[in-house]
């Protein structure tokens, strides 16, 4: 099996505060990493060194193939990246928003319609995201995520904000078998059933990687305690 | 990077278009200027190099307006990040944003030049306009490309609204002083003179230099 995400050694710094230290981790190609661990643990940092968003101050970083952030160019559109932030004008309508999204990934505007019609928002595409719930803004944002096909997606709490029949709609996007995949979450059952590899985080250090199978519930929740 | 140009340049307009948050203040700002001018001055018209002074400074700090806005929506709604994560060169979005300001303050020029004939000038100035027109364009673009890399400078830090003139009104006095000094006698009460060639050869040297810089320099304002 090919490895999509090689880590060595990776830390990452804000100042004085180190939010990353000595990260070492590798997922190959098709498996679902789920990272777990309380605010400020590091996760979003992790996921943002993997988008290419955010330079590792040490260690080795190979996203794809590619060392970051020297070859970042190569990866960039093979990535999935959903965040804290939606990523979309709210001033623009939901068409508007993924026909720009497209335009820069060179995407064919029928993949526009498709995903539309998959997450149900066809019927008020040409309405501005401001008027949108935040349910909808979050599968809006998983269109957007997945608009280019990419071969790994970076998930950040992908189904908050979510009722339970548009986390089904969801997660025919972006759930299992979509790629590769690493998954925040703070649903910790949830995102157990769909891992394959559990990563926890405790103030920037790795505090738990194992296969999935080898960890419990008590285990992931011990990280937040 | 033409395809990421346009969709850039798009997006923005149509969002302008959508919001009317930055033509329409910089218009404004321009129109209450010249009124202030029209009294404070204690004059009914205005000529020669008072008239340029005026109408320059006068567009450069609405055009200010325009820089402190170029980048907010890429800041609050992350457009930053939905950018870089895409395959596309990253000087597309130094590109698409100073072209997308050189818009606006064309605009802004048709209407504010307009008023100022109207409210400070004592004729219109019909035979100045295509010097005027050319010795604007130059400028805009300077002001253009200027205003782009301080605008991204400026938009990674919290006193945004602060930088943004600290910076640009330094970097923009030879603009001020080529435009001013070539348009005077463009203004002048007695109808408009010649041209002289080397307010515009100092006004291209100015755009050439700037987009160079900005051009080595613009990828590394979008990293972290």
Request: overall charge neutral.
């Amino acid at each position: 099996m090919t490895a999509t995400v090689e880590l060595a050694d990776v830390g990452r710094a804000y100042g004085e505060r180190v939010a990353l230290r000595d990260v070492t981790l590798t997922l190959e190609q098709g498996r679902t990493l789920a990272v777990f661990g309380a605010n400020g643990a590091g996760k979003t940092t992790l996921l943002r060194i993997l988008a290419t968003l955010l330079r590792a101050h040490h260690g080795s970083v190979r996203v794809l193939g590619r060392e970051l952030p020297r070859e970042g160019w190569a990866v960039r559109g093979r990535i999935g990246f959903l965040g804290h932030q939606a990523l979309l004008y709210r001033d623009l309508t939901a068409r508007e928003n993924l026909r720009f999204h497209a335009r820069l990934h060179g995407v064919a505007p029928q993949r526009i319609d498709e995903l539309l019609d998959a997450i149900g928002l066809r019927l008020r595409a040409d309405e501005p995201v401001h008027t949108y719930s935040r349910g909808m803004v979050q599968r809006l944002a998983v269109c957007r995520t997945v608009l280019h096909a990419p071969e790994l997606l970076l998930l950040d709490e992908p189904l908050a904000g979510l009722d339970p029949g548009a986390a089904e709609v969801v997660q025919a996007l972006i759930g299992p078998g979509r790629g590769t995949r690493v998954v925040i979450s703070h649903d910790v059952e949830h995102g157990l059933a769909e891992a394959d590899e559990v990563l926890g985080l405790r103030g920037g250090r790795v505090a738990l990687h194992a296969p999935a199978a080898q960890v419990s519930v008590a285990d992931v929740r011990g990280l937040f305690a | 990077m033409r395809r990421a140009v346009v969709a850039l340049v798009r997006k923005d307009l149509r969002l302008e278009a959508r919001t009317r948050e930055s033509v329409p203040a910089m218009v404004l700002f321009s129109l209450g200027t010249f009124v202030l001018f029209h009294f404070a001055l204690d004059a009914q018209t205005v000529a020669g190099n008072l008239a340029a002074g005026v109408l320059w400074v006068t567009l450069l700090l609405a055009a200010v307006l325009g820089i402190n806005r170029l980048f907010v929506a890429e800041r609050e709604e992350g457009g930053f990040d939905g950018f870089l994560l895409a395959p596309v060169d990253r000087t597309a979005m130094f590109v698409a944003k100073a072209s997308v300001l050189f818009a606006f303050l064309v605009l802004l020029e048709v209407v504010a030049v307009a008023a100022f004939a109207i409210l400070l000038l004592e004729r219109p100035p019909w035979h100045a306009l295509p010097g005027l027109a050319l010795l604007l364009a130059l400028a805009d673009l300077g002001i253009a490309v200027v205003g782009t890399l301080v605008g991204a400078l400026a938009i990674q830090t919290r006193a945004r609204d602060l930088i943004v003139p600290l910076l640009a009104i330094p970097l923009s006095v030879p603009l001020v002083i080529a435009g001013a000094r070539g348009s005077a006698p463009l203004l002048a009460a007695a109808g408009a003179g010649a041209l002289e060639g080397r307010w515009l050869l100092i006004l291209g040297l100015y755009d050439l230099v700037f987009g160079l810089l900005a051009y080595a320099i613009f990828d590394f304002l979008l990293e972290e």
